[in-house]
């Protein structure tokens, strides 16, 4: 039975709020007693107070997590072992998934069908894909010459820190802990602050499925302290982050002036969607355009955010698709019928904001433009477009990560490859045509980790996720997961 707005308010009424932060397999507050609010911004209401951690907290962290994979409680028990404990994890996460929709509606503002329906299933397959897939990875045997024999080992790093954004804050703790803990590692995740309360939630059910105290530590606090402190301990082997490009490449700097840890990153995109004119159809292309820039109210590293669409379908394309972003007004994220929730908060709301506003004077606004409220409360941005974007301007050019369109039209197919491949970025991009020749030459020759053909955004545990150039470094999800947090190891015998 569907859960009506009714019943998700009552369930939102009788939940738990997490308030501490989870080291060595217990509950703890910051050794300096600092402590920050987590508050709806749907509401403007306080959640929950968590720990404000630094780096005394951290280096407790790392000093439970080194101590548990030296001992082996979980790096030296066997893939079957670990795949039985994750396997179990994965099927707390169903049997709690109305508590983590909530968690993760009620504190960045998505609407709680979405991560009821998506979210949540989406993070339960992950532990189980990656479980089911540990003691289906072999080692290799080089092919030497008689007299030899030369063994390649895949091993855990260690201890491994993952740092990860608000926009999906159970999905992003999940790809990064998934592979990290299945290939035997020890795991300290700090989640946003803006967004902490299921990756605690998540740790403690962790604890239940028979994971050992100290395997997966969590830090709350704020990225200038605890995040930044993680990036530079010198007993940490890995950091896989996913976020901005810009603090990504903090994390290449508290590397260099550290250890040399590994750094992986998972960072900015500004996805193009071209559209053809020989996409035999545009009422298709323009429902997934839509989705494609205002679900989860446009806060996606893959959103498409420039639509390129062919000079001669423009306007008939335009139309479509501003008559869709009507089914996207922002209301009441414990209603199941919102289709666009909170902006996640007040900071990220006046980016936003900003960017629509320099828009109105460098190009044509046809819909949206304005911050609402629901019940008079609430960071909530209108679905907006903005057509006749020039390339260059700062709407096509920046991460804005706000329900907000560009519209760019093109006259050949090279000039809408080339308009589509001028960014730094180079993380996702979508192409709508019924020409087989043209989806594989276009896609081709777009600089972009995943291209989706006649779809927008196509992600599965089964492929990698990740981008070129400033988009960042390295692959979630897939196999290709475990060769960030894994290292090769070659036993070469002489018999």
Known sequence: MELTHKDWVAKAEAIRFPAHALI????????SGKTFDTINP????????LPSCDANDVDAAVKAARAAFEDGRWSGKSPAERKAVILKLADLIRENGEEFALLDSLDMGKPVRD???IDVPGAAAIFQWYAEAIDKV???????????LALVRREPLGVVGAVVPWNFPLDMATWKCAPALAMGNSVILKPAEQSPLSAVRLAELALEAGLPEGVLNIITGYGETAGKAIGLHPDIDCVAFTGSTEVGKYFLEYSGQSNMKQVWLECGGKSPNLIFADCDNLDAAADMAALGIFFNQGEVCTANSRL????SIAEEFVAKLVERAGNFMPGDPLDPASSMGAMVDEKQTDRVISFIEQGRSTARLLCGGNRVSVD???CFIEPTIFADVAPGNRLAAEEIFGPVLSVISFETEEEAIQIANDTIYGLAASVWTSNLSRAH???AKLKAGTVSVNTVDAVSPMTPFGGFKQSGI?????????????GLKTTWIKY
């Open 376 to 378: 008079g409360k609430g």
């Open 138 to 148: 072999y080692d290799e045997i080089a092919p030497t010459g008689e007299g030899d």
């Open 441 to 443: 030459r276009v896609s």
């Open 115 to 117: 991560a009821a329906t």
């Open 24 to 31: 060595d397999g217990k509950p703890v507050q910051a050794i």
């Open 42 to 49: 749907a509401t403007g209401a306080v959640l929950s107070t």
């Open 474 to 486: 390295g692959r979630d999800l897939s196999l290709h997961a475990f060769d960030k947090f894994s």
């Open 308 to 311: 390129l669409v062919e000079a």
